[in-house]
């Protein structure tokens, strides 16, 4: 799209506030979250994961194993943002279904190719240097598949039951999450800590192949999203990545600048809690293995049962009501419940289960509120870019930084009071959004941006 060529107000058609029937919205839900499950099924494993990983790629580093381990997790994140900048732009012009029919088979690729890998006993530094590319291959694809699964979710959803609908594109984070952790548990229960160590961590990375064979299956069996393909008959789609680049930095840096605000918050709390909570659990609380194991699948287990009940919520009061609840609330709540998980296994539940309820607000809206601060012509990309840098810097480092955190200061509460930081900044942020609830995609305004200067045709 050029500069003289209108970025602007074509009317949304009121009657194709859905435009497919359930049938194809259903495959549309399950093809997005199967996506979205076999990302976070690696980041999963990975966490769950971490001792086996130091064992076998860091070994003998003592404590500095761990940081290296965790550093590899961090640096694939790193790359994300390099994602973003290739598949965003390549998603609004050649489509969301091409873009993200790749990603799949390339981040679950790398993950089954982690379980083929030799060990530092047989390679030596070949070892930690062949985990750190696949890592790093992982998050360039990543860096494509949560922004286009997200708004592949959104452009096929209708605009009074976005959030409800979007919540399920969580409900694959959660399920990716509590399979890794499952197939650990069992793997380890079954085999012994020993033939885990030895052999039997690699497991759960070769699952990611046929998860990512059937995520690339339901995804192939659909039409691109109805609200792209309106944009690309009506000859509005950028022709180049130039263009598209241009148009965001240009006219939507603002909308920008909020979603990394509200980015922070959400990921350093997801990381956190997710991700370095095994390891803080076993290294700091001293607890046993499998029994952190349990408490992980059975909080998320519970979370996936609630996240669709809060992305309808969102739809009765707004996104925004949601988020503040969230943020206020984990703010307050992060310390309290960080000094009780030291108590025992029940103590770390309800810490868990108490700072997991106030996280959802947050989860079960992101792809029913992100995807609508951008215009269609760039929403790809500028969810992409904008989530993936921010991500980069607050999010995949979080479990490195916490640790870190603990271990010079010796404060087992850091990881608490580093969410708390993170609340702030999303609690400005949530103030300058726009409410994007019940808002049509189909046009290519901003919701609740009145004044925004554009091209004149």
Same mark, same amino acid.
């Given at each position: ?48 994961? +971490?001792?086996? $990983? ?5 070994? /003998?580093?003592?404590?500095? %194993?761990?940081?290296?381990?965790? *550093? #590899? !997790? ?33 981040m ?20 930690? +240097?062949?985990? $750190? ?5 992982? /998050?360039?694809?990543?860096? %494509?598949?949560y922004?286009?699964? *997200? #708004? !592949? ?6 605009d ?47 699952? +990611?192949?046929?998860?990512?064979i ?83 699948f ?5 979370m ?32 309290p419940?960080y ?88 609690l ?22 009145k ?7």
């Amino acid at each position: 799209m050029s500069e003289a060529q209108p970025h602007g107000c074509g009317p949304a058609n009121p009657a194709e506030t859905s435009l497919v029937g359930k049938k194809v919205l259903r495959r549309a839900i399950a093809a997005s979250a199967m996506g979205n499950a076999t990302e976070w099924f690696d980041y999963g494993v990975y966490a769950v994961a +971490a001792t086996y $990983i130091t064992a076998n790629f860091f070994p /003998g580093e003592g404590a500095l %194993g761990t940081v290296w381990t965790l *550093a #590899t !997790f961090a640096l694939s994140f790193l790359v994300r943002p390099l994602g973003g900048l290739f598949w965003g732009p390549l998603g609004d012009r050649v489509g969301r279904k091409k873009v993200l029919a790749l990603t799949i088979i390339l981040m679950a690729g790398s993950t089954f190719a982690i379980g083929l890998l030799p060990t530092h006993s047989l390679a030596g530094w070949l070892a930690p +240097a062949l985990l $750190i590319l696949i890592r790093m291959v992982q /998050g360039f694809s990543t860096g %494509g598949e949560y922004g286009g699964a *997200a #708004t !592949f979710m959104a452009e096929y959803a209708p605009d009074k039951k976005r959030g409800f609908y979007g919540s399920f594109l969580e409900f694959g984070t959660l399920s990716g999450f509590a399979l890794g952790s499952l197939i650990v548990l069992l793997c380890s229960l079954i085999l012994g800590n020993e033939a885990m160590t030895v052999w039997g961590w690699r497991l759960p990375f070769l699952v +990611a192949g046929p998860l990512g064979i059937i995520g690339m299956y339901l995804r192939n069996r659909l039409e691109d999203t109805p609200v792209f393909r309106e944009l690309e008959a009506s000859g509005e789609v950028e022709q180049r990545a130039g263009s598209t680049l241009k148009d965001l930095f240009r006219y939507y840096w603002r909308p920008m600048l909020i979603v990394a605000g509200l980015v922070i918050p959400l990921n350093v709390v997801n990381y956190t809690l997710l991700s370095y909570m095994p390891t803080y659990l076993e290294g700091t609380v001293r607890m046993d293995a499998n029994t952190v194991l349990t408490l992980m699948f059975v909080g998320q287990l519970g979370m996936m049962l609630i996240i669709p009940l809060a992305g309808a919520r969102s739809d009765k009061i707004g996104r925004k009501p949601m988020w503040f609840i969230s943020l206020i609330g984990l703010f307050f709540m992060a310390v309290p419940m960080y000094m009780v998980m030291a108590n025992g296994f029940w103590w770390a539940m309800l810490g868990f289960a108490v700072l997991g309820l106030l996280y959802l607000p947050q989860l079960a809206t992101i792809s029913a509120t992100f995807p609508a601060m951008f215009p269609t012509h760039v929403r790809y990309a500028g969810f992409a870019i904008t989530y993936n840098v921010s991500t980069a810097l607050f999010g995949g480092t979080a479990p490195m930084v916490n640790q870190l955190l603990v271990s010079s200061t010796g404060n087992v509460l850091m990881p608490a009071f580093y969410m708390m930081g993170a609340c702030l900044v999303g609690l400005f942020a949530v103030w300058k959004m726009p409410e994007t609830a019940g808002s049509s995609l189909r046009n290519m305004k901003i919701p609740g941006i009145k004044k925004l200067h554009l091209p004149v045709r």
